[in-house]
């Protein structure tokens, strides 16, 4: 898995795990406007961007591969964010290996089953051709909020985002549900969804909150599925722990 790492090499680290159908390069917003206060740690998860040709298979083998990243690079923990695929990935680190993740922001979580994911992935399997298409990529890039700066890197990597990945996240994504360790998670959570994403974000938001007693749960005016890229001033003041919500 391609791992990048930026800011001070002796600040606190943070593990920031991006979407499905993007990469790394999504935390850029708002890893410029964090600053040196932080060691970032950003993988490319595998089918995506730089880890392109290793297909992604499951939550499960991606979240050890994980873990083997912060026991190299954080052994003593760090903040784990994750949006989207990576929030659901985030649940699973802090609910197996709590000792490696010191705080954990979950933004943007499904964590409800869909009820019949089996004519989704069928759907999705007949138009998945397309996202090799430029033209797709482009229109899909509006429907994802992707800003202008950051549209070439979405592009060039939804176009080498393989069948096998595709399939894989999204029946992963849709199918998640809250592992039990994640009730007994032990250190700071936040929950985070914006206003205007659809009913099931909501309704999974409360769930993750409701499951971890202490958590906290955040409703970011004005932003949809796209937290970290619509409002990366606010993120950062997030991850920065010096945002207008308090601790």
């Known amino acids: 898995m391609y791992v990048r790492e930026t800011g001070d090499a002796h600040a606190p680290p943070l593990l920031l795990l ?15 406007r964090l600053g040196t206060s932080h060691r970032a740690i950003i993988p490319d998860l595998p089918g995506h961007g730089r880890s392109a040709a290793e297909a992604y298979r499951s939550h499960e083998e991606t979240a050890r591969a994980l873990v083997q990243i912060l026991e190299e690079r954080a052994p003593n923990g760090a903040t784990v964010a994750g949006f989207s695929l990576g929030a659901q990935l985030t649940i699973l680190l802090a609910a197996t290996r709590p000792g490696l993740v010191a705080r954990a922001v979950v933004v943007s979580a499904q964590a409800k089953p869909l009820r019949f994911p089996g004519a989704t992935l069928g759907l999705l399997a007949a138009t998945a051709p397309l996202a090799r298409r430029e033209w797709f990529a482009r229109l899909q890039a509006r429907q994802l909020l992707i800003p202008d700066e950051l549209l070439a890197d979405y592009v060039r990597d939804s176009v080498r985002t393989s069948r096998e990945t595709l399939l894989a996240t999204v029946g992963e994504n849709i199918r998640f549900t809250l592992p039990s360790g994640w009730a007994a998670f032990p250190n700071r959570a936040m929950v985070m969804v914006g206003e205007r994403e659809r009913t099931l974000m909501h309704a999974s938001a409360r769930a993750v909150h409701a499951a971890l007693p202490g958590s906290r749960l955040i409703t970011v005016p004005g932003c949809g599925h796209g937290i970290p890229l619509q409002r990366p001033d606010l993120f950062a003041e997030v991850l920065a722990e010096r945002h207008p919500f308090g601790p």
Do not use: E, K, N, T
Not at 19 to 30: E, K, L, Q, Y
């Open 18 to 32: 991006h979407g499905g159908g993007v990469a790394g390069w999504m935390w850029r917003p708002a890893l410029d």
